[in-house]
C-alpha cells in the first residue's frame, strides 16, 4: 500500500484536523508555543535543508531528540528523519564537504537517533547521482542496517529533479526498497 503524507509548511490547527497524513517540518513546529493534536498520522522532517543553508547543522542532536519527544505529545507520529546531510551542489559549497562526507555524517546521524529513538527514526539515502544512493545504501550495510527490511526509507536530494528521466534513473536503482521521496509533488506540470 502506497501512502501519500501532505508536506505543509503551515503548522495551523485546521491542517492536523484535516484527518489527512501529514509531512512536517520540525522549523516550523519549534515556532509553536501550543502544540496541536493530530487527526491522521505524520511525519516529522528534520529541517535539514534549511539548516544546512548556513553550512552546519545548528540544531544539536540532544536538541532533536527532546523536540521528538515533545513533538510526540501531539500524537499518532508515524516516524521521523534522522538529521540528513543533503547533497545538492549548493549545500556542498556550503558546508565544505563531499558527497561521501554527507552521506557518513547522515548514516551515522541514523544509527545514534536509533539508538536514542528506536524504530521511529528512518534511515535516508543521501546522493546525487544513481552510484551515489548505490553507495549509501552500502554505507548502511556496512554498519549492520538491511535497509530491504525497513518499512521505509527516505530518498533525499531529489525534490528538485523529480521531473526528471535523472530521478527516475535513481529510484528504479533503490528497488525493492519501500521509499519516501523528500519534496516529492503530486501535482503535474502543464504545458
Same mark, same amino acid.
Given at each position: 500500500m502506497e501512502l501519500f503524507y501532505l508536506g505543509t509548511?503551515?503548522?495551523?490547527t485546521r491542517w492536523w484536523q484535516a484527518g489527512v497524513p501529514l509531512f512536517v517540518s520540525r522549523r516550523q513546529l519549534e515556532k509553536r508555543s501550543r502544540l496541536p493534536e493530530a487527526t491522521a498520522d505524520w511525519a516529522l522532517d528534520s529541517g535539514g535543508f534549511t539548516e544546512l543553508q548556513g553550512g552546519r547543522w545548528r540544531t544539536t542532536e540532544d536538541q532533536y531528540?527532546?523536540?521528538v519527544g515533545r513533538y510526540q505529545e501531539i500524537g499518532r507520529l508515524d516516524w521521523v528523519a534522522p538529521q540528513?546531510?543533503?547533497c545538492e551542489p549548493q549545500i556542498l559549497h556550503k558546508t565544505g564537504f563531499n558527497v561521501g562526507e554527507h552521506q557518513w555524517l547522515t548514516v551515522r546521524n541514523f544509527l545514534r /537517533?536509533?539508538?536514542r529513538l528506536g524504530l521511529l527514526v528512518v534511515p535516508v539515502l543521501q546522493g546525487w547521482d544513481r552510484d551515489d544512493y548505490l553507495r549509501c545504501w552500502q554505507q548502511y550495510e556496512r554498519m549492520g542496517v538491511d535497509l530491504e527490511r525497513e518499512r521505509l526509507v527516505g530518498v533525499g536530494t531529489v525534490c528538485r529533479r523529480q521531473n526528471t528521466a535523472e530521478a527516475g534513473v535513481i529510484l528504479r536503482a533503490l528497488w525493492p /526498497?519501500? /521509499?519516501h521521496g523528500f519534496g516529492f509533488s503530486a501535482t503535474r506540470e502543464s504545458g
Open positions: 509548511h503551515h503548522t495551523s531528540v527532546r523536540d540528513d546531510w543533503m /537517533l536509533r539508538d /526498497l519501500r /521509499l
